[in-house]
């Protein structure tokens, strides 16, 4: 049994009786109808009624000709689906094995290939983290960085990851050539600090040493001037106490205490130094005794020889921070 005849596929045309018969009767119905009377006359009223009642039949009778006319159809589709799933159920038994044998190596090499990235992705994060390795370090541990991230072969050694291990070298190589900048200018200026500070330190501790040695040279001064005064003192006790209590108009010339003490110490000794006519010599055996001495009046200044050279030699290398009680340095006028 065929449903083919029913309808027409090409032209869309239906060949079903009760169809045609009531398509036909449309151009009637619609002239017996088309307008609808006053309903609240009793004419009108009959005539809306008679109206429903024909049409109602008609749409009746098309509906059940048409699930009669669709039933042949709809059961040839159900017919054709479960013949399409007993086939299908056949493909399916036989597609399902090698499915499963394709799906354990697709996800095998899914998961070598995950592996694999994440293996890609570590050394990708190890380049990026290169600068921060060196971050603050010397300017040739920074520079040592700087090789090593240039001789990464980022095009041939990442596969999957090339396009970002590629962009991770660059942006690494662009920060550590910063990196290196900067820190070579840190590290001028931190020498050229140090310099300065180190200067500055050996400037402070020869002024120390210049000023403990001054202040031990004014110590000793006052002890030697002190020791002075006191010998002073007891040589003008001495001095008193060789003093002749009465003097006669025939006395010799008085003699210092220190004659006098001599000749009473050392019997013979005005009589020798009388008779000695030998050029003598000062022999200095302690300077700072004799500076302290010149000090307290006990001689000229001129007893002192300035060494010149020492004195230049100081200015020079102090210039005008030069400290010293009694020096000043001063620059040499060359011209002629």
């Not at 025939?250 to 000749?263: D, F, I, N, R």
């Not at 004799?290 to 050279?309: P, R, S």
């Amino acid at each position: 049994m065929t449903i083919a005849n029913d309808v027409d596929l090409n032209t869309g045309k239906v060949n079903i009786a009760e169809y045609s018969k009531t398509d036909a009767a449309l151009a009637s119905l619609r002239e017996k109808y088309q307008t609808v009377p006053d309903a609240n006359t009793d004419e009108g009223y009959a005539f809306v009624k008679d109206g429903i009642k024909e049409l109602t039949g008609l749409r009746t009778k098309l509906e059940a000709a048409r699930k009669a006319a669709k039933e042949p159809h709809l059961k040839a589709g159900r017919i054709l689906d479960d013949e399409a799933k007993r086939i299908t159920a056949a493909l399916v038994a036989l597609e399902d094995p090698m499915k499963a044998a394709k799906k354990v190596v697709d996800d095998r090499i899914e998961r070598e290939r995950q592996e694999r990235i994440a293996r890609l992705q570590k050394k990708v994060d190890a380049i990026v983290a290169m600068p921060g390795q060196v971050r603050g370090k010397s300017s040739q541990e920074i520079t040592d960085m700087l090789d090593r991230v240039g001789e990464i072969d980022a095009m041939h050694d990442f596969y999957d990851l090339t396009k970002e291990a590629v962009a991770a070298r660059q942006a690494a190589l662009d920060e550590l050539t910063q990196m290196l900048a900067d820190r070579l200018e840190f590290e001028v200026a931190e020498e050229a600090r140090q310099k300065a500070e180190a200067e500055r330190a050996e400037l402070q501790r020869k002024f120390d040493e210049q000023q403990a040695e001054m202040q031990r040279q004014q110590q000793e001064i006052q002890r030697q001037q002190e020791e002075m005064r006191l010998q002073r003192e007891q040589l003008e006790r001495e001095r008193a106490a060789l003093q002749p209590a009465a003097p006669t108009s025939a006395s010799p010339a008085p003699v210092t205490g220190v004659e006098a003490k001599a000749a009473a110490t050392e019997p013979g000794l005005a009589k020798r130094t009388a008779q000695d006519n030998h050029l003598w010599r000062g022999v200095v055996t302690d300077k700072s005794a004799l500076i302290a001495a010149i000090a307290a009046g006990y001689g000229t200044e001129d007893l002192l020889i300035i060494d010149q050279l020492a004195l230049d030699s100081l200015a020079n290398d102090k210039r005008a921070a030069l400290e010293l009680p009694g020096v000043i340095a001063q620059p040499v006028n060359h011209a002629a």
